[in-house]
């Protein structure tokens, strides 16, 4: 047991993130359209770049996300360095997540995104780029190794994500473990669907596995900044910042972190209650900003070291073949129902979350019309400050 501090937690069992007298606090910015919200992104990540002033020794760590979403905000990234305004040769960047089996120079691999939208325009030295290899040939061996260069570099100073129609953050499924951390995740249906636009809408070739960071991951960085743009992430939204804690919307696990911020375009806040937004919209026109809500989020050297990862099980396609050479991951990207999970096993199998979005609309309601106690809630919280 610490001396002091807070005791430690499932969510931060290091106690790294706690200081005495801090608490979680949710942030809510939200902009008209995704534009204003993007630059509201990009500029915040600038500014806090620019407030940690890193060198080459102590260098930005930044978690990246793919998908349409953040698209806009690495375009005005790029437009900012361009312009002189903006370094990234002191920034070290980990990626989210990778398909397994789309080799990097695939045009649909996260690789190929990231280079083509962002690293190939700015000045990131190549060396500082992770990405986890979804062709790795011991997919447990890469997911392990990822853990353990961010643990190198002293952990995610500020972690930008997307989220997925159903709550996902990264490939953190529904039904994700919230200790989960680097592994391999199989897609739900759902997931393979919103995703099959980028492969000529045609299911049958969006891979059915990725390599993702784990819930864990996330939690364990200094700051997380999720970016949500379009009415089809309005129930996401919902489920993640009005309902509890949840492993079937794992968005919301971000209310148990320390540094979260959710920047949402109006379309994402339709299914929040009016009161909701009025109280984000009223702390922003009180004179804060992301910057200055919350507890300070203050810079200071780390011990960071990263949960034992469980011990190494490779499953049967990963065994040798008799001859002694690795067996390789199928390039197929049809279903391939024989490449078992292999870290995976305490979570559930996502199935098709659309009847449970339905579902959760008329529960949503039901809640609304019978138990109306958000008010009252922030009422009380807001007398407490
Ligand atoms: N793994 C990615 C997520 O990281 C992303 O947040 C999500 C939403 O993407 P989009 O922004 O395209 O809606 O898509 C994928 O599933």
């Known amino acids: 047991m610490a001396l002091w501090g807070p005791e430690p937690s499932p969510i931060d069992p290091f106690g790294l993130s706690e200081r005495p007298g801090d608490v979680a606090t949710m942030r809510v910015i939200i902009r ?24 080459e020794s102590q260098p930005f760590v930044l978690g990246l996300p793919t998908g349409s979403s953040p698209e806009i905000i690495y375009k005005i990234l790029v ?15 980990f990626n989210m997540d990778e398909y ?35 062709t790795a040939p011991d ?66 070739k969006v ?49 148990l972190h320390q540094h979260p911020l959710v920047v949402c375009d109006r379309d994402a806040t339709l299914e929040l209650k009016v009161k909701t937004v009025r109280y984000f919209e009223g702390i922003e026109q009180a004179g804060t900003d992301a910057r200055t809500q919350g507890p300070a989020l203050v810079y200071r050297p780390r011990t960071y070291v990263p949960a034992p990862l469980p011990a190494k099980r490779p499953s049967p396609r990963q065994q040798p073949t008799p001859d002694g050479t690795p067996q390789k991951v199928p390039m197929d990207l049809r279903i391939n129902t024989e490449l078992q999970r292999s870290m995976e096993e305490d979570e559930l199998t996502p199935d098709s979350m659309s009847s449970r979005m ?28």
């Open 207 to 255: 891979p059915r596995m990725a390599m993702t960071v784990g819930i864990q991951t996330i939690m364990d960085s200094r700051e997380v900044v999720i970016v949500a743009t379009g009415a089809h992430k309005a129930f996401a939204i919902q489920k993640g910042l009005e309902d509890g804690v949840n492993h079937m919307w794992t968005l919301s696990a971000l209310q």
């Open 139 to 204: 997919l447990t061996a890469e997911c392990a190794s990822f853990e353990a260069r961010i643990a190198r570099v002293g952990g995610i100073e500020l972690f930008l994500g997307g989220v997925g129609p159903d709550g996902h953050i990264a490939f953190n499924e529904p039904g994700s473990s919230l200790n989960s951390r680097t592994r391999v995740k199989t897609l739900a249906y759902d997931t393979i669907l919103a995703n099959s636009r980028f492969f000529d809408n045609d299911i049958t």
């Open 100 to 134: 397994v089996g789309l080799p990097r120079d695939h045009p649909e691999s996260y690789h190929s995104f990231m280079y083509k939208h962002f690293f190939s325009h700015v000045d990131i030295p190549p060396q500082n780029i992770n990405i986890l290899d979804g």
């Open 79 to 93: 437009q900012r360095h361009r312009a002189g305004e903006i370094s990234f040769k002191n920034v070290v960047t």
């Open 32 to 55: 008209e359209d995704p534009q204003t919200a993007s630059e509201y992104i990009a500029e915040y990540i600038i500014s806090r770049i620019k407030t940690y002033s890193p060198t």
């Open 358 to 385: 339905i579902d959760s609309a008329v529960g949503g309601l039901d809640s609304t019309l019978k138990n109306d106690l958000v008010l009252d809630r922030m009422g009380a919280r807001m007398a407490a400050h």
